[in-house]
C-alpha cells in the first residue's frame, strides 16, 4: 500500500473538498493539552517553591524558575494552536471552548499562584503588608479579571476597542491573558526566582497585579497580529530581526523576555495615552449656524 504524504494525511484530496482529514483536528488539540499540562506544571512548581522557601531556604528557588518557565513556554504554544487551527481550517466550537478552560488554568490559576508564593508568602510584615490578606485578595482579583475577559471574549463577536484604531489592522480588546501571564512569568525568571522579601517591594508587585487585572478587563487597544502572514514572502531584515531576536533570547534570556513582555503590556497604555492627547488638541471646528429665519410671506 502506497504511503500518504504529510499534505495527504491531513486533507482530503477529492477535488469537490478540500474538507481536513480527522488527524488534522488532534494537531490544535495536541497544543492545548501542552498547554494545560505546563499550567499544571507551573502550579506543583509553585507550590514546591513555597515548600522550600519555608524550610528556610530563600535564595535562588528552582522551583518558581521552573514554573515561570512553563508559563513561558505555554505563551507559545498558545499562540501557536490557533493560527494552525486557521491553517489546517480545523476551527471549531470545541477547540475554542477547550482553548478558553486551558487559558484560565495556565494564564489564570497558575501565574496567580506563582504571583502569590513568589511575591507574598516569604515577606516581612510591614506598612499595610501587616498579613497575606492583601496578596490573597489581588491574586484572586487577577484570576476573576482573567477569567471575565475570557468569557468576554467569547460571547462577544465583533468587540469594538476604546480608540478603535485603523479599520485595516486587528487588535485585541483589553490585556489578553496570556501577555498578562507572560509578564508575571518574565519578572520571576527575570530575579532568579528568588522570592521578594520586603514589604515594599511586594507592594510595587501587587500594583503590577492590579494594573494587570485593570488591563485585562479593560477596552483599551492591544495589537493582536493575526494579520500577519507566514506563507508569503519574507523581507531580508525581517529574517536579520528575527535570527537576531532568537539570539539575544538564547543569551540574554531574562532581560530580553522581561523587556519584551513590558513593551507589550505598555502598548495599550501608550495607544490610549496618545488617543486621548490627540482628542485633546485636535482642532475644534466652530459648530454649525442656524440658518436666519426666513419672512413670512405676505398672501392676498
Same mark, same amino acid.
Given at each position: 500500500?502506497?504511503?500518504?504524504?504529510?499534505?495527504? $494525511?491531513?486533507?482530503?484530496?477529492?477535488p469537490?473538498?478540500?474538507?481536513?482529514?480527522?488527524? *488534522?483536528?488532534?494537531? %490544535?488539540?495536541?497544543f492545548?493539552?501542552?498547554? +494545560?499540562?505546563? /499550567?499544571? #506544571?507551573?502550579? +506543583?512548581?509553585?507550590?514546591?517553591?513555597?515548600?522550600?522557601?519555608?524550610s528556610g531556604?530563600?535564595?535562588?528557588n528552582?522551583?518558581?524558575?521552573?514554573?515561570a518557565?512553563? #508559563?513561558?513556554?505555554?505563551?507559545?504554544?498558545?499562540?501557536?494552536?490557533?493560527?494552525? *487551527?486557521?491553517?489546517?481550517?480545523?476551527?471549531?466550537?470545541?477547540?475554542? @471552548?477547550?482553548?478558553?478552560?486551558?487559558?484560565?488554568?495556565?494564564? /489564570?490559576?497558575?501565574?496567580?499562584?506563582?504571583?502569590?508564593?513568589? /511575591?507574598? @508568602?516569604?515577606?516581612?510584615?510591614?506598612?499595610?503588608?501587616?498579613?497575606?490578606?492583601?496578596?490573597?485578595?489581588? &491574586?484572586?482579583?487577577?484570576?476573576?479579571?482573567?477569567?471575565?475577559?475570557? *468569557?468576554?471574549? !467569547?460571547?462577544?463577536? !465583533?468587540p469594538?476597542?476604546? !480608540?478603535?484604531?485603523?479599520?485595516?489592522?486587528?487588535?485585541?480588546?483589553?490585556?489578553?491573558?496570556?501577555?498578562?501571564?507572560?509578564?508575571?512569568?518574565?519578572v520571576?525568571? &527575570?530575579?532568579?526566582?528568588?522570592?521578594?522579601?520586603?514589604?515594599v517591594?511586594?507592594?510595587?508587585?501587587?500594583?503590577?497585579? *492590579?494594573?494587570?487585572?485593570?488591563?485585562?478587563?479593560?477596552?483599551?487597544?492591544?495589537?493582536?497580529?493575526? @494579520? +500577519?502572514?507566514?506563507?508569503?514572502? $519574507?523581507?531580508?531584515?525581517?529574517?536579520?530581526?528575527?535570527?537576531?531576536?532568537?539570539?539575544?533570547?538564547?543569551?540574554?534570556? @531574562?532581560?530580553?523576555l522581561?523587556?519584551?513582555?513590558?513593551?507589550?503590556? &505598555?502598548?495599550?497604555?501608550?495607544?490610549?495615552?496618545?488617543?486621548? #492627547?490627540?482628542?485633546?488638541?485636535?482642532?475644534?471646528?466652530p %459648530?454649525?449656524? %442656524?440658518?436666519p %429665519?426666513?419672512?413670512?410671506?405676505?398672501?392676498?
Amino acid at each position: 500500500m502506497a504511503r500518504l504524504s504529510l499534505k495527504e $494525511r491531513f486533507f482530503d484530496s477529492r477535488p469537490l473538498s478540500r474538507r481536513p482529514r480527522r488527524a *488534522a483536528y488532534a494537531l %490544535p488539540t495536541l497544543f492545548t493539552a501542552g498547554n +494545560i499540562f505546563l /499550567g499544571f #506544571i507551573a502550579i +506543583i512548581r509553585s507550590v514546591e517553591g513555597a515548600l522550600l522557601g519555608a524550610s528556610g531556604q530563600l535564595g535562588n528557588n528552582p522551583h518558581f524558575e521552573v514554573a515561570a518557565k512553563a #508559563i513561558g513556554a505555554a505563551v507559545v504554544l498558545d499562540g501557536l494552536d490557533g493560527r494552525i *487551527a486557521r491553517m489546517t481550517n480545523t476551527v471549531s466550537a470545541f477547540g475554542r @471552548e477547550m482553548d478558553s478552560l486551558a487559558d484560565v488554568i495556565t494564564f /489564570g490559576i497558575a501565574p496567580a499562584v506563582l504571583a502569590f508564593t513568589w /511575591g507574598v @508568602e516569604f515577606v516581612t510584615p510591614g506598612g499595610f503588608l501587616m498579613d497575606h490578606r492583601a496578596g490573597y485578595f489581588l &491574586a484572586f482579583i487577577f484570576l476573576l479579571c482573567g477569567a471575565a475577559r475570557l *468569557a468576554r471574549f !467569547n460571547v462577544q463577536t !465583533n468587540p469594538v476597542p476604546a !480608540n478603535p484604531g485603523r479599520p485595516d489592522r486587528k487588535y485585541f480588546v483589553g490585556l489578553p491573558i496570556p501577555a498578562a501571564a507572560a509578564i508575571v512569568a518574565a519578572v520571576v525568571y &527575570a530575579t532568579d526566582s528568588v522570592p521578594l522579601g520586603w514589604w515594599v517591594h511586594s507592594a510595587l508587585w501587587l500594583g503590577l497585579l *492590579a494594573l494587570l487585572s485593570f488591563l485585562m478587563v479593560s477596552t483599551w487597544r492591544y495589537p493582536s497580529f493575526k @494579520e +500577519i502572514n507566514f506563507k508569503g514572502p $519574507r523581507s531580508p531584515l525581517i529574517v536579520i530581526f528575527f535570527g537576531a531576536l532568537i539570539y539575544l533570547i538564547w543569551n540574554y534570556s @531574562e532581560p530580553v523576555l522581561l523587556a519584551l513582555a513590558s513593551v507589550y503590556v &505598555a502598548t495599550g497604555i501608550v495607544i490610549r495615552a496618545a488617543g486621548i #492627547i490627540r482628542r485633546r488638541f485636535r482642532p475644534q471646528h466652530p %459648530p454649525p449656524q %442656524p440658518a436666519p %429665519p426666513q419672512p413670512e410671506q405676505l398672501t392676498s
